[in-house]
């Protein structure tokens, strides 16, 4: 059965530090990846994803993602974050017109 | 473009009682997908509906919970009896049956079963 590790629980970070949120996949056919936002209180949002092309995705709000076939991996980044960017990250994949699968998530507290 | 609605937003019911849900897709959205969400994990599927059929529902708990999508637009969800282990967010997602199969979720349901 496909199955999405995250490694991360919970990080705390200061506000301007960079990020770096683990994702790795277990799908060895053709897979289609997602990492999903869920601000409190709001529902889930789509960051960024990846069917195919260059590997390094670029989503919205400043954050991206790298593709890494060899480790089976597709870590979200993002170079500075904000307070804003408190939320809980999903990562996700499914192959095609398929339901997803999601790890299991990581909780992302920034601080001032 | 109107999202993913659903309703209620929260549900608290005692356990044994029944339950059901309510998701509208985005128009033109053939795929239609509910999952469960418990606190602390990311979320499961339960069922995924093509139009008014059913895709898969291997993860359904089939003595407990039931969905149907009868006109291949809306659809709900019932839980008949409710168990404490029930409580979660109940999401909605839809995808067009072309392109790059990206899902919309809706709000979701907070069920809380006591």
């Known amino acids: 059965a496909q199955s999405v590790s995250q490694h991360n629980h919970h990080v705390i970070l200061s506000e301007a530090a960079s990020l770096e949120l683990g994702c790795n996949y277990s799908?060895?056919?053709?897979?289609?990846l997602f990492w999903y936002v869920q601000y409190p209180g709001q529902h889930l949002q789509l960051l960024l994803k990846y069917f195919s092309g260059d590997p390094l995705v670029k989503g919205i709000k400043g954050f991206e993602a790298e593709f890494i076939k060899s480790k089976f991996s597709f870590n979200l980044r993002k170079p500075s974050v904000q307070w804003s960017d408190t939320a809980e990250y999903f990562c996700a994949e499914n192959s095609g017109n398929t339901p997803l699968v999601f790890g299991k998530g990581t909780r992302l507290s920034v601080i001032a | 473009e109107a999202g993913v609605a659903q309703s209620p937003r929260y549900k608290i019911i005692e356990k044994r009682q029944s339950v059901a849900f309510w998701c509208n897709p985005i128009?033109?959205?053939?795929?239609l997908y509910w999952y469960q969400q418990i606190l602390g994990q990311g979320p499961k599927l339960l069922i995924q509906?093509?139009?008014?059929?059913?895709?898969?529902d291997s993860q359904l708990p089939k003595d407990r919970f039931s969905a149907e999508r009868l006109k291949g637009v809306d659809s709900t969800l019932k839980i008949q009896p409710a168990k404490l282990e029930d409580s979660a967010v109940y999401l909605c997602a839809s995808s067009h049956p072309v392109g790059d199969y990206e899902q919309y979720f809706g709000p979701g349901t907070r069920l809380t079963v006591t």
């Open positions: 509906f093509q139009n008014n059929g059913v895709v898969d």
């Open positions: 799908y060895g056919g053709t897979v289609n």
């Open positions: 128009s033109g959205h053939a795929t």
